[in-house]
């Protein structure tokens, strides 16, 4: 029977075993305490035999453990499998070296790097006219990090290997990129020593070596195998740290010649071209999905998507469109584009009412004709688990005028009984139904197209992906199961918003989610993998805990962090402090209270909203019991409006919120309760027995559940998709995040003015980790230029002198010198990516930027009925043409050495 031996490198310390673990009985069927145990030679070296049946589907890792079996370290990557040229092999010997976990070369196996930056020209196997009736070596080493025109090579002291001469090295194949490998007939007896370098097949010489010392290897005991293979790992690279750049715009915001009063996938191919012009690698958007919900304004929140699976029908370039010009009255629409085209921003409901009337008119033409192609038919087979029910949404949400299904009657719970009845060929709805499959299919084959487009010109494109669903969604109506619609989520408050954020979204039930492996999200990641090869994770936090607030308050303040360890009534005992509901949970409204909130007010408040309690405290009427009653009362009699955040500030006059999910009651600390009155009239013991109580509920008891969560959670979202994955993980970020992100190579978000250090006021280039993205601001963030100007003088003066090394008084404005100094700063940081806002850049330029920077912002966290209308105020085209610009963009770019293959 064929014998395989295993041998490979790894410094143990006493006590600590290494271990083959793999899918066949002999190698513990997955478990390490049963797997092939390890014999220590010498120097680290480590070897083990198995006789086996061979071809066999063998996956196997290297692993240790200590006596009790329990993981102490175990290799990077997927699992390894046998060279595919050893099936005729009796005797096989694998001497493989180790892939450590914390490698910086790990981030690069994904298709961002494989598939666009480092996808190398492909170097076929020659023909192999060698004699193969002797033993065989093998070399094998995966490199990512490849030159496109270049070759992988070993170079080494024996004739195989060209005896060090750089014109007659060792040539690899790439067919199985990023493995590069090579067989030879195995040499004579002999110490090799080699390296491997890159081959420029134009000028037919070795153009690099590998830094550091030979790569060593005896094939002195080896000449009895068949088949030796040398898998060695991790090519030493010369030059610096892999570095690139990007810029980020929202699609809606692209402005060109051919725009429809609105960014469209279209436009994306022009704003590609640029990014290639200035030496850009990394075009990031925001999410694309669908958001139709109200057919107002309000739909222009992209992070409120009616499906995560449908694309935004505002991106449509109708012009593409079969039948476009036999349909449309070019004249009146080239008279509409005109009119919207001169609009400083967006006005989303024209856009969309003149988008859809077109689209209808259109698909009234070709309805008959689209379903019957292969191209549609391939599209619905593949994406008809989601597309059924988001057009039936779609059809049900006009025929009742709301998205909200709790008012559709009997359609209010989904079914595929109502499935199948709307699909009906004969049902008086399918034709609206095949308008929205109609929509879909089409805005599908435009982003793909841009989504080919820009790989084809090396630039990677980067999704957005929201934490959350719109609560009124086809999500929701499909999968109640998987939401809690009892809550929403939300952020704690923040140095941008003091009472927190209410997102609206319905929180997740993760537990559920995970009996079927997370199949909902790695659908969707699967999904977005067809248009992009990156994707930001909005609030990664999420997947550690949530802030849940309950549905019938409106104020993220009033919210908790989800899942999390709570407070019960015996710790609060034992810690001194003496439980009472209703002082501790209800609001505290003492006369005092209310005269400082409303002064000569007080008494018409007390009149209409609240009613006598204990205590000399005054209590709410029942309806107004929460801050949801308040805000729809006061919604529905204006006369009051003056009113309304002091009211809503009354609801959170509290010290612990009750858990929502738990049987018993259970409490969590309102978060920055030590600012409310009910904190400030406790007695000084109480407060200090609560602040400790407050101290160890955010900061300590949580960390090692929480991490648990993202360690459960994560993994399987990551193993869906080969996209690059960067986390937005700002905010109040439990220690643990850092340490799992960088186990799973996940690239954190670092920005300049939201230090994550609490010892320093702005981020400092030695707290920032090569896996990470770097940017200048956010779109919930003002650009730089509005940003120096909203803050105050004491602020930007620290920054001026402390960040940017500049003296004397900062100017009033942020003019091209500034913006330069903070980009170019950027540019040298050790981050992976630097990514910009395109506001930021066009900074540069006194003469191209707009002139109010107040009218660059995207959105205001602070306001939940923010309107996202933000467009460019020049076009793409002028981009283009901005000489001076685009030469400073790529130069800075040169000057800080990030990566322009």
Not at 717 to 733: F, P, R, S, V
Request: aromatic share 14%; with cysteine; hydrophobic share 35%.
């Amino acid at each position: 029977m064929p014998e395989i031996t295993f041998q490979t490198v790894y410094h143990t310390q006493w006590g600590q075993q290494l271990v083959v673990v793999g899918n066949i009985p002999e190698l513990g069927n997955g478990k390490p305490q049963h797997g092939l145990p390890m014999e220590y030679i010498a120097g680290g070296q480590w070897k083990a035999s198995l006789k086996v049946q061979l071809p066999a589907a063998i996956s196997y890792r290297y692993a240790v453990i200590n006596n009790a079996g329990d993981i102490l370290d175990e290799e990077w990557g997927a699992d390894r499998t046998i060279p595919e040229i050893s099936s005729r092999s009796d005797q096989l010997l694998l001497s493989e070296g180790w892939r450590a976990r914390q490698h910086p070369e790990n981030a690069f196996y994904n298709s961002a790097f494989l598939k666009v930056i480092f996808k190398p020209v492909l170097f076929p196997s020659p023909a192999d006219e060698s004699d193969n009736t002797g033993g065989r070596l093998h070399f094998e080493i995966d490199v990512p990090r490849s030159f496109q025109r270049l070759q992988l090579c070993i170079l080494g002291n024996i004739d195989e290997l060209g005896n060090w001469d750089l014109n007659q090295p060792l040539l690899l194949t790439n067919e199985s990129y990023p493995r590069w490998q090579v067989s030879i007939p195995m040499p004579k007896r002999a110490v090799i020593q080699y390296k491997y370098g890159f081959y420029d097949p134009l000028v037919r010489k070795v153009v690099q070596l590998e830094a550091g010392e030979n790569r060593i290897f005896s094939t002195y005991g080896t000449q009895h195998f068949d088949l030796t293979a040398v898998r060695d790992v991790y090519y030493r690279h010369k030059s610096p740290a892999w570095k690139g750049s990007g810029v980020a715009i929202p699609v809606f915001s692209l402005r060109t010649k051919n725009s429809f009063g609105v960014g469209g996938f279209s436009d994306l191919h022009l704003f590609i071209d640029w990014a290639v012009q200035v030496g850009m690698k990394i075009v990031q958007i925001l999410p694309i999905n669908d958001t139709s919900a109200t057919n107002t304004w309000v739909d222009s929140y992209p992070y409120s998507s009616i499906s995560v699976f449908a694309l935004h029908p505002q991106y449509l370039d109708l012009t593409q469109l079969e039948g476009f010009e036999e349909c449309i009255d070019r004249k009146a629409y080239t008279k509409k584009q005109k009119v919207l085209n001169e609009l400083p921003a967006i006005d989303y409901e024209k856009v969309m009412k003149f988008k859809i009337d077109y689209a209808r008119k259109i698909f009234e033409n070709q309805k008959t004709d689209f379903v019957r192609t292969k191209a549609y038919k391939e599209y619905f087979k593949k994406n008809k688990h989601w597309l059924e029910p988001y057009a039936l949404f779609c059809v049900l949400r006009d025929k009742y005028g709301t998205p909200d299904f709790t008012q559709w009657n009997e359609y209010s719970n989904y079914s595929a009984k109502i499935l199948k009845e709307f699909n009906a060929d004969k049902s008086t709805y399918y034709p609206q139904i095949l308008f929205y499959y109609y929509l879909q299919f089409h805005l599908d084959r435009q982003l793909f197209s841009v989504s080919e487009y820009a790989r084809s010109r090396g630039i990677v494109l980067k999704g957005d992906i929201a934490i959350g669903i719109y609560r009124n969604s086809a999500d929701a109506w499909t999968s109640p199961d998987l939401f809690d619609m009892r809550s929403q989520a939300g952020a704690p408050p923040d140095p941008f918003s003091d009472l927190g954020q209410n997102w609206g979204f319905p929180t997740y039930r993760w537990e559920v989610m995970a009996k079927n492996g997370y199949a909902w999200w790695q659908s969707r990641l699967q999904n977005l993998s067809r248009y992009f090869d990156a994707f930001r994770i909005d609030h990664i936090l999420g997947f550690f805990r949530i802030w849940q607030i309950p549905y019938k308050q409106i104020q993220g303040i009033l919210g908790y962090f989800n899942p999390a360890l709570p407070i019960t009534r015996e710790e609060l005992e034992q810690r001194g402090i003496p439980f009472e509901a209703n002082r501790f949970c209800e609001p505290y409204l003492t006369p005092e209270v209310l005269d400082a909130l409303f002064n000569v007010d007080a008494d018409e408040i007390k009149s209409i909203f609240l009613t006598p309690g204990e205590n000399g405290r005054y209590v709410f009427r029942e309806e107004f019991a929460d801050q949801r009653k308040v805000y729809n009362y006061i919604k529905d009699n204006p006369g009051y409006e003056q009113w309304l955040e002091r009211l809503l500030k009354l609801h959170a006059e509290v010290l612990l919120l009750r858990d929502l999910n738990e049987e018993n009651e259970v409490y969590h600390p309102r978060i920055d309760f030590q600012k409310t009155f009910s904190f400030n009239a406790l007695p000084s013991s109480l407060q200090d027995a609560l602040d400790s109580l407050y101290l160890d509920y955010f900061y300590h008891r949580q960390e090692q559940f929480w991490k648990s969560q993202g360690l459960t959670k994560l993994p399987a979202i990551k193993n869906a998709t080969d996209m690059l994955i960067c986390g937005e993980d700002l905010g109040m970020i439990p220690a643990c995040v850092p340490v799992v992100m960088r186990e799973l190579d996940l690239l954190t978000l670092e920005i300049q003015r939201m230090s994550k250090n609490p010892r320093t006021e702005f981020l400092q280039e030695k707290d920032i980790p090569y896996l990470s993205v770097c940017s200048t601001g956010t779109h919930d963030m003002s650009p730089i230029r509005a940003w120096w100007e909203e803050n105050t003088r004491e602020y930007i003066s620290r920054f001026y002198h402390q960040e940017l090394h500049l003296h004397g008084i900062p100017p009033e404005h942020c003019n091209s010198f500034i913006a330069e100094r903070i980009i170019s700063q950027h540019l040298n940081w050790p981050a992976m990516w630097t990514i910009f806002p395109l506001q930021d850049l066009l900074a540069l330029d006194d003469e191209l930027k707009r002139e109010d920077p107040m009218e660059e912002r995207i959105n205001i966290p602070a306001n939940p009925n923010h309107y996202w209308r933000y467009r460019m105020h020049i076009t793409v085209e002028e981009l283009m043409a901005a000489r001076d610009l685009n030469r400073q963009i790529r130069i800075l770019q040169q000057n800080s050495n990030r990566e322009d293959l």
